[in-house]
């Protein structure tokens, strides 16, 4: 099994450009969630989906954070204008529905903001 | 709110025990887990408890979870110097449909050889 598939690993740009993540879940999983990690404030949820659908987007900082899942294999975080206070780690994992809600994590993308 | 706390740094010397613990708030917590994070990586699921069992064994880990104190350990028999790391408890409540995870601050396991 690939395992989550984050892309890209590192992101350096400048303050006010749009910048997307994207993320693969696991075949067969059917939760994915995007959480940012900080220094300040640690691990975050930004917002999940169950079945392509969001359910939870209360993470979400603000109308400039969006996310998309179009289909069961795909989903993008875009930050649009992007500020420097959004440099983090930014991770998306995925999980089976039922059982024990076990989330398998992608490597994370680094996005620094200048 | 659910709100999970950990110790920040822990100093172990390779081939001790090391014992990570957890506290966390929240009685409707389902299920319990630990995730490792080395440098640079992603978080690795380690173990996971339910609410209902007081202790899991995995080879070299052990899981202690105290429901009426609401105290969550993880315990690492033997401890090498590839188990540096910062390792996260986190919990979920499946029951009341939470399923993000919230995590503590983690703790900063350093190995000393």
């Known amino acids: 099994d690939a395992g989550v598939i984050q892309s890209p690993r590192h992101e350096v740009t400048e303050m006010g450009q749009e910048v997307t993540l994207r993320c693969k879940p696991i075949s067969g999983h059917n939760s994915l969630f995007w959480y940012r990690q900080t220094m300040m404030r640690g691990l975050e949820l930004l917002i999940y989906f169950n079945n392509n659908v969001p359910i939870d987007d209360s993470g979400m900082p603000e109308d400039r954070f969006s996310a998309k899942m179009p289909n069961a294999s795909f989903s993008t975080l875009k930050i649009q204008p992007s500020e420097p206070r959004d440099s983090a780690v930014y991770f998306c994992?995925?999980?089976?529905?039922?059982?024990?809600?076990?989330?398998?994590f992608g490597p994370g993308t680094r996005l620094t903001v200048t | 709110g659910e709100d999970v706390e950990q110790s920040l740094f822990l100093s172990v010397r390779e081939g001790d025990s090391s014992v990570i613990n957890c506290t966390y708030t929240d009685s409707s917590s389902t299920y319990l887990y630990w995730y490792k994070q080395e440098p640079g990586a992603g978080l690795q699921l380690l173990t996971y408890i339910f609410s209902n069992m007081d202790m899991k064994q995995d080879q070299r880990l052990t899981v202690l979870l105290n429901k009426k104190d609401k105290h969550l350990s993880l315990r690492i028999a033997d401890t090498q110097t590839g188990d540096s790391a910062i390792y996260f408890c986190a919990e979920s409540q499946i029951d009341t449909g939470r399923r993000a995870l919230t995590f503590g601050s983690g703790t900063r396991l350093q190995v000393q050889p």
């Open positions: 994992a995925s999980v089976r529905q039922g059982g024990s809600n076990e989330q398998y």
